[in-house]
């Protein structure tokens, strides 16, 4: 019999649907909830079978085995707990919200309640990032000590400078909203969290150009254009923006790893570039999709050497190189039978409280902050794999 699905929240994620609509085939979407007409509308014409509602409470008395929380990012917390507390497998997006004391009390509810909770870090089903993470492991490079992510955004301006995300009160900041998936990324090649991290910061570009425009009922299909170049010369920026668009920031882990992340919003090109370095050599990434490489260096030379050996980067059916597809299956998995999944809600909060620090240091005067540990029982009961009963750990 197929999972009953529901999704909150039919909006820049609302794509995820093709993955979780599957009837005869092991899962159904069944209602949608939706606080805007637009969204409801959209909803209602992708999935003319799903029940479409405003009503938060007539989804959760739904009768649903699962949902996916697709909200703004500030209300992650908000709905998932009460999709928690009702006892339905949650599947709440990235990242798991814009505070740390949010982030922590959908992981006390999860907790409590015993209910299922799968947060959506898509990039570790990613296939640049599954393929680096495996040559580390067959030791190719050694131990690592140092990971660098360059972050080349070139669709900053049209992405997250003209809707809800150009404002702190929505995201926090860039650096986490943008950011967590490679925070979360960086811890995942480490095999550790940030202990301690600092940042600096601008609103360098976005924040003097002129043209703005109230785009509330828009969606990003309306105005995203490859034609809106130079950053300068942009057109209907949200009419408030109070979010850094060039962030760089420096991480100490808790196993002694060095990371680095820098985040730019204005560049040409729209790529991800990960260097993880260990005691016996070092990795690259040449862009990050299909068919593009992955380098690795293994002995000494001289200037800029060929590598010892190229990877190519796999391919995968649906978005994200395949990494959609597989984050939804995942979880309607582990949704109907438990059991350790890719993803972590640990590693999910580990990386919101690295963004909201280094949000925070970067608005003060770049000195370091320190990540505040969680208690021992909920890392135990999550790293477990969330069993039944808190007894079984």
Excluded at 55 to 60: A, G, R, T, V
Excluded at 143 to 153: I, P, S, Y
Excluded at 197 to 219: F, M, T
Excluded at 282 to 287: Q, V
Aim: charged share 25%; net charge negative; aromatic share 8%.
């Amino acid at each position: 019999m197929d999972l009953k699905v529901g999704i909150i929240g039919f909006g820049l994620r609302a794509s995820l649907w093709h993955h979780a609509h599957k009837p005869g085939q092991g899962s159904e979407v069944t209602i949608v909830c939706d606080t805007s007409e637009r969204g409801r509308a959209d909803a209602s014409k992708h999935i003319p079978t799903a029940r479409v509602t405003a009503d938060l409470d007539e989804l959760l008395n739904s009768g649903i085995d699962a949902v996916l929380v697709l909200t703004p990012d500030n209300q992650h917390a908000a709905v998932a707990v009460r999709t928690l507390k009702a006892g339905i497998p949650t599947f709440c997006e990235k990242p798991l919200d814009v505070t740390i004391e949010a982030a922590d009390l959908v992981l006390r509810t999860a907790h409590e309640t015993g209910t299922r909770l799968y947060v959506g870090h898509n990039m570790r089903h990613m296939p640049v990032v599954v393929q680096m993470r495996q040559l580390i492991e067959e030791g190719r490079i050694g131990e690592v000590k140092a990971v660098w992510c360059r972050h080349f955004v070139g669709n900053g301006g049209d992405y997250y400078f003209k809707d809800w995300h150009s404002e702190r009160k929505n995201v926090t900041s860039l650096l986490l909203q943008k950011g967590a998936h490679d925070i979360d990324v960086i811890h995942w090649l480490a095999n550790g969290y940030t202990r301690r991290v600092s940042a600096v910061g601008d609103l360098a570009v976005y924040g003097s150009v002129p043209g703005r425009s109230d785009n509330s009922g828009k969606r990003l299909g309306d105005w995203f254009s490859i034609d809106n170049w130079p950053p300068t010369e942009q057109k209907d920026l949200a009419e408030t923006i109070d979010v850094e668009d060039i962030s760089m920031m420096n991480m100490v882990l808790d196993n002694g790893v060095l990371a680095s992340y820098q985040q730019c919003h204005f560049t040409p090109d729209y790529w991800r570039n990960y260097t993880v370095i260990g005691t016996k050599g070092r990795i690259e990434n040449f862009g990050d999709g299909p068919g593009e490489q992955i380098k690795v260096w293994t002995t000494r030379s001289s200037g800029y050497p060929e590598p010892d050996a190229v990877v190519e980067i796999q391919d995968g059916d649906g978005g994200h190189g395949g990494a959609d597809p597989r984050l939804i299956a995942e979880f309607l998995r582990f949704a109907a039978e438990g059991g350790q999944t890719q993803t972590n809600p640990i590693a999910a909060r580990q990386a919101v409280a690295a963004g909201v620090l280094a949000a925070e240091s970067l608005r003060g005067d770049g000195s370091a902050r320190e990540v505040p540990a969680l208690p021992k029982d909920l890392v135990e009961y999550f790293e477990a794999g969330q069993p039944a009963l808190v007894g079984e750990l």
